[in-house]
């Protein structure tokens, strides 16, 4: 079996008897200590696929197959990964035992039912990194709201209901919108070659013969679902929400692996599919992501619950991703430290969701006018929660720093028709107001006088005790990610490079090109990707190239000069 295959299904078969009358799992530390079991399996499958994969050629899905579906509609479960897929992979299979591991006492109703959507969320977003085929990645993108809503509306606190329902709404309006815009580029497909195919470098060939008005409504249709998912300023606002009410375990896995699907959509498909269109707008797209930072970030500054200020500052953290992403620099120095920054990001901010867990297990309450001085009562978790404070603060030799600062530098070097100095300006001075009010949480909750609320424990006591071997073993993988990626950035942003230049090529060779200075400019520009160099495009396959000669050679010149009109 393909290893792929067995890594995508192996949690949801994993899951399955968690659902069947075996009277071993009425106790809570049998399913518990099964769901660990389970999730570290698929982790130890994924270092596989790691020790296998050839990072020297990164930039080439590996480990490609798929599943025959509906063959007559060229419906197919295909799969592969790159360096980008495989890292995002890691990045889920690595938090997943970590949560379950933390999860022992925060949940006390329906156990099987909470470890059981744990672990089928866990299937259908490593679907979505791995899918090579649109509607395999579609389906995997859609499915991934049904466990976590269930998370939420089930298993969260008083208002769990709304932040369920509001959370599916947003997201599931958003995907529905998405889906309409890559089934207009595999209608696109049709029109140019007779033949129905979702593959997603298929498409890539059809989307390059799209009219500049073509590529600006897939564009909208991308973003719709996307930018829910990121979540982008101003559609960030079931977040919030979905975070204060979600459990523990599913405000870590929220923040640390499913706003990725955003940014990872984005870089996935609209930077190669419509780069006329996110040239056009990227100064609009940049206009919002550096309101993400700023606003969000001044709305952390004056929030009391703790909980709720990690998840604002989510909203403003991944501003810098999506910005790095249409920086389309030279170099891809933006859009390698964005994806960096994907990872960084569900590390520090998953781990201070699980060090709010646990403080809210002992007191019951995550209100900063309630506690203070901590530090002097449960050294051990305070030393954790300033190690990841300072990590997302962006401290220089902690991860987030290398992304956060990659980013930026992207945005300065952005062509002036995209970005350019004065967008990373203005987010450089986000990065001064998370400094603001993370620190100034650390200084109210775990330094200052003592102030300690009552203590709730499982078994009735009042005594407060500091973190147990098991919260410590939790924080501490994440805690080494955090020094490790910090330390020794280098080794991911060069395997990055190649897939991230790969996917970015179309939009920065639209962005760095003057139609006046070539014979081509009544040549959709992004057709014009073949004429970089003889019989390739500038950081694509030669596969995707010839793809693309053969989508001009198709067009008429009539066809052509009436695109060029319509524009």
């Known amino acids: 079996m393909n290893l792929l295959l067995l890594l995508t299904i192996f949690p949801i078969l994993s899951a399955l008897p968690l659902m069947l009358p075996i009277k071993a799992f009425d106790c809570r530390k049998t399913v518990w200590s099964y769901a660990l079991l389970s999730t570290l399996v698929t982790f130890v499958f994924s270092l596989v696929a790691a020790f296998k994969f050839d990072f020297a050629n990164s930039g080439q899905m590996q480990f490609v197959d798929s599943v025959r579906w509906v063959e007559s509609f060229g419906l197919t479960f295909g799969f592969g990964i790159d360096s980008i897929s495989l890292w995002l992979v890691l990045l889920t299979t690595f938090l997943m035992p970590i949560i379950i591991l933390g999860s022992l006492t925060a949940v006390n109703m329906r156990i099987r039912e909470f470890y059981f959507w744990l672990i089928v969320l866990e299937t259908f977003m490593i679907g979505t990194f791995v899918a090579t085929d649109i509607i395999f990645f579609y389906v995997c993108f859609e ?141 609009l797209i940049g206009v919002f992501a550096v309101l993400g930072v700023l606003v969000t970030a001044l709305i952390c500054w004056v929030q009391t619950d703790v909980k709720k200020l990690i998840a604002y500052s989510s909203v403003s953290h991944l501003g810098f991703c999506v910005l790095g992403l249409f920086a389309l620099d030279a170099d891809d120095t933006g859009a390698v430290g964005s994806v960096m920054y994907m990872i ?79 967008y990373a300006a203005f987010a450089g001075i986000g990065m001064i107001l998370a400094a603001i009010y993370l620190l100034y949480m650390v200084g109210k909750v775990i330094f200052g006088p003592v102030l300690v609320p009552e203590v709730h424990t499982d078994d009735g006591g009042h005594e407060l005790k500091d973190l147990n071997t098991r919260e410590i073993a939790t924080l501490l993988p994440l805690a080494a990610g955090c020094l490790i990626l910090g330390m020794l950035p280098n080794g991911m942003l060069v395997s990055l490079k190649a897939p991230v230049s790969q996917l970015t090529a179309p939009a920065r060779f639209v962005a760095n090109t003057n139609p006046l200075d070539t014979d081509t400019a009544s040549i959709e520009p992004g057709l014009r990707l073949v004429l970089d160099a003889p019989g390739s495009a500038p950081g694509l396959t030669p596969d995707i190239s010839s793809g693309i000669d053969l989508a001009i050679n198709q067009s008429t010149p009539t066809e052509t000069a009436d695109r060029a009109a319509e524009r």
């Open 143 to 283: 499915l991934t709201l049904v466990p976590l809503y269930i998370l939420i509306g089930v298993f969260g606190s008083d208002n769990r209901l709304r932040a369920a329902k509001i959370f599916f709404l947003y997201t599931f309006t958003g995907s529905m919108l998405t889906f309409a815009g890559v089934m207009y580029v595999a209608y696109i497909n049709v029109v140019n070659t007779g033949i129905w195919s979702f593959d997603i470098q298929t498409l890539y060939v059809a989307a390059a013969t799209m009219s500049g008005t073509e590529q600006a409504w897939v564009l909208g249709a991308l973003l719709a679902g996307f930018a829910v998912k990121v979540p982008l300023f101003p559609v960030h606002t079931w977040l919030p929400l979905a975070h204060t009410e979600a459990p523990t375990a599913g405000s870590v896995i929220l923040a640390g692996v499913l706003l990725k699907l955003g940014t990872y959509g984005l870089l996935r498909f609209a930077l190669p599919m419509c780069p006329e269109a996110v040239v056009e707008y990227a100064w």
């Open 344 to 422: 960084n990001h569900g590390l520090s901010t998953g781990a201070l969701f699980l060090c709010v867990g646990m403080i809210y297990e002992r007191f019951h309450t995550r209100d900063m006018a309630k506690m203070s001085g901590l530090g002097r009562v449960i050294p051990v978790w305070a030393t954790f929660t300033v190690f990841f404070v300072l990590a997302s603060v962006g401290l220089p030799g902690l991860n987030g720093f290398v992304g956060e600062v990659l980013t930026l530098i992207g945005a300065f070097l952005s062509p002036t028709q995209v970005l350019g100095y004065e």
